[in-house]
């Protein structure tokens, strides 16, 4: 199938090329110049564990090509899926500046059957305007909107695409519906369907989904909190609760709070949606609010240990929002970061991949190469994010290396009573 993905961010690019991984004739088109100019020379925009190897070998066997030539894009293919960005706007709605645009852009170019693909995360009602859009500047053409959210993970955005636990497709025709599961036939197993429903209940089920994960987390956080108070250790009580089959075990762990390009923004978009609509969003603003808390709640912690930032030197092992992306987006670092700073404090910095993007947000850090060195002269260590080289380290070169033996450790990845034995002082979240 000739396939046309507008937008290649994240997930514009992880879609188009594992599109054309699965066969298809995939031309990415995006209106960033130097990204097109990036990936035309196998370089990378994004850090995405395999990506690099998939563009390569796709562009290789002529399945996948990048341009900025919009119109082209548009008329060579029939199916054209929508991946733009739909960032917060000022009043916490979704700005829909550049879905707009592209509807606009695909209207201009409608030259035959098309079906167009909603894949950016848009409101409830979006794929109606699209339509409208679309209507309007093609002066009538033949075409369907289909909403086909997606649910990839940074740092697993392959896997969650090629092997997803759903597909949802929202759809108003037959016609589009039969393309839109061939194009999908190749990923979906028995046990992984595909749902398909009304357009409106597709466009609900991914702000709906996002909204419950980040529920979960601040739920944790807040258990974290009393657990705190009351001597429990979090950890043993996020397990025990996911032991329950009701419950499940995935997104209960405390830790920073959530980032991301997407929670932050998508919690927010669907309060505005239900004050929109009349509904009073009494959880949703509260998962934001503890979220927000339990970003700034490391710097208490950590004058716990030094009370006198002014002039010490803090260093801080992770930078990403999440482990395995170099997404700086809505970082709880930032949050943490920048605190510090305020106080006085230095900051040594060690991120795998974030650095670049972080060098873009925050300033007078030092960066170091690997964790340890990053340790040296510094009066506490603070980990923000759980990359998976921090777990197994060994803990006596983190203590040869500290001036202080002071560990925060905002994702609970070392046990309290192993560190307290080994002589540090440390504080975890929720123990
Ligand atoms: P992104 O900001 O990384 O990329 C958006 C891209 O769209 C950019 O490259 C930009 O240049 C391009 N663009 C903007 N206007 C354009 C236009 N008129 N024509 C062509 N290209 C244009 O965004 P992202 O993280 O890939 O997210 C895209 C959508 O997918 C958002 O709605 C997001 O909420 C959703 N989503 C993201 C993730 C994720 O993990 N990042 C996961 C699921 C869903």
Known sequence: MKITVLGIGYVG???????????????????????????????????????????KRNKK???????????????????????????????????????????????????????????????????????????ETSKGGNFDVVSNPEFLREGSAINDFLIPDRVVIGSKTEKARKIMESI????????????????????MIKYASNAMLTTRISFMNEIARLCE??????KIVSKGMGLD?????????????????????????????MEDNGVNSKILKAVEEVNKEQKASLLPKIKKLVPALKGKTIAIWGLAYKPKTDDMREAPSITVINQLQKEGAKINAFDPEAEEQAKK???????????????????????????????????????????????????????????????????????
Not at 184 to 203: H, M, N, Q, V, W
Request: glycine fraction near 8%; aromatic fraction near 8%; proline fraction near 5%.
């Open 61 to 135: 066997e002529k399945r996948i090509s990048f341009t900025t030539d919009l119109d082209y894009a548009v008329k060579s293919s029939e199916v054209i899926f929508i991946a733009v960005g739909t960032p917060p706007g000022k009043d916490h709605r979704a700005d829909l500046s550049f879905v707009k645009a592209v509807a606009k852009t695909i209207g201009k170019n409608l030259n035959g059957y098309k079906v167009i693909v909603d894949k950016s995360t848009v409101p409830v009602g979006t794929a109606d305007e699209v339509e409208r859009i679309i209507k």
């Open 361 to 431: 947000i925050l300033k007078n850090i030092n960066y170091f190469t690997n964790p340890i060195d990053t340790l040296k002269g510094c009066d506490c260590l603070v980990i923000v994010t759980e990359w998976n080289e921090f777990r197994d380290i060994d803990k006596n070169k983190i203590k040869q290396n500290l001036k202080s033996p002071n560990i925060i450790d905002g994702r609970n990845i070392y046990e309290p009573k192993e560190m307290k034995e080994l002589g540090f002082n440390y504080i975890g979240v929720g123990r």
């Open 229 to 234: 108070k009351v001597g429990a250790d979090v």
């Open 13 to 55: 690019l992880v879609a188009g090329t594992c599109l054309a991984e699965l066969g298809n004739d995939v031309i990415c088109a995006d209106i960033d110049k130097k990204k097109i100019f990036q990936l035309n020379n196998n370089i990378m925009p994004i850090y995405e564990p395999g990506l690099e190897e998939m563009v």
């Open 245 to 273: 089959n009701r419950i499940g075990p995935r997104f209960l762990q405390a830790g920073v709070g959530y980032g991301g390009s997407c929670f932050p923004k998508d919690v927010q978009a669907l309060a505005m949606t």
């Open 184 to 203: 999908y036939r190749g990923i979906t197993r028995a046990d992984k369907p595909i749902l398909f429903c009304d357009i409106r209940s597709a466009e």
